[in-house]
């Protein structure tokens, strides 16, 4: 009997942590990047990459650095190692940001919300996500009808990364 309910707690706890992770990671659609590309979205690419370690310049241009960069990230993640920027790729590049995180991951962030940027609000990229940053992505948030945590989470980083309008 004490096998059968050791059993049955940890298939609950299996459920739990499962429907956790499901609601952590919604099913979502992310633009496809790829070699030859440029602009803004491949820019936070770059910086997500540095922010993990791999060399490569924040230029917005997908060129052949970011390629082998980004051919490593998915090899060393078990993803498919075609070096283009997807749905399963984008989900394990993103970096959770929030007020205290420094770093490439925060301007990554920063530079997607100047991006937005309206109203005349500004924004410093400068990798230190303080106050000014955690204001600016809450309005984001509210403005995109997403939570407002201050958090850019994957779902924030999905709707900075979607063109306006949709």
């Known amino acids: 009997m004490k096998h059968r309910r050791n059993w049955l707690g940890l298939v609950m706890l299996l459920a739990s942590v499962l429907s956790a992770t499901a609601q952590a990671a919604p099913d979502m659609d992310w633009l496809r990047y790829k070699a030859g590309d440029r602009g803004e979205d491949v820019r936070t690419i770059q910086y997500l990459l540095r922010a993990r370690g791999y060399k490569t310049q924040a230029d917005g241009i997908f060129g052949k650095q970011t390629v082998n960069a980004?051919?490593?990230?998915?090899?060393?993640?078990?993803?498919?190692?075609?070096?283009?920027v997807g749905n399963q790729t984008w989900k394990a590049l993103v970096i959770t940001v929030k007020r205290g995180s420094r770093g490439d991951a925060v301007r990554a962030a920063q530079n997607q919300l100047k991006a937005h940027v309206y109203d005349g609000h500004r924004i410093a990229v400068d990798g230190n996500f303080g106050?000014?940053?955690?204001?600016?992505?809450?309005?984001?948030?509210?403005?995109?009808?997403?939570k407002q945590d201050g958090i850019v989470g994957l779902v924030t980083w999905n709707t900075l990364l979607m063109p306006e309008g949709d």
């Open 70 to 84: 980004v051919k490593s990230f998915q090899r060393a993640k078990k993803l498919v190692g075609d070096g283009v």
């Open 131 to 146: 106050a000014q940053t955690e204001r600016e992505v809450k309005k984001f948030q509210k403005d995109y009808e997403i």
